[in-house]
């Protein structure tokens, strides 16, 4: 069964930036950045598991919880390609930073106005 577009910006954004960070976890991998990519790995594919778990909050401050959570690991994330553009080590996409500045935007916009 294939990912099916639900129509809501955060849930979509973050499961094809997660898809986009395995892709890009994998060529890393292939040049031998093992470590960095599997950090990479589990906090950019964590955005999209904690915004759709958030989806199913038994409560309001469940909810935000969740969405905390996911904002923490796309902090992370930037963190990471900020590691990864400042050694040098592989070129970052300029749509892969994009797209995690903007589901930090995204998430923050959303928290506060739950």
Do not use: H
Request: hydrophobic letters at 40%; proline letters at 1%; aromatic letters at 10%.
């Amino acid at each position: 069964m294939s990912y099916k577009a639900s129509g809501n910006a955060i849930v979509d954004r973050s499961f094809y930036f997660a898809c986009d960070i395995v892709i890009y976890a994998e060529k890393l991998k292939e040049k031998r950045y093992f470590e960095i990519a599997n950090q990479l790995l589990k906090s950019g594919t964590s955005i999209g598991a904690n915004v759709r778990e958030s989806q199913r909050g038994v409560s309001k401050k469940d909810f935000k919880n969740k969405l905390g959570i996911a904002l923490k690991e796309a902090d992370e994330t930037s963190f990471w390609l900020d590691v990864i553009e400042e050694t040098k080590i592989f070129n970052v996409p300029s749509s892969l930073r994009e797209d995690c500045e903007t589901l930090i935007k995204l998430l923050v916009s959303i928290i506060k106005n739950s």
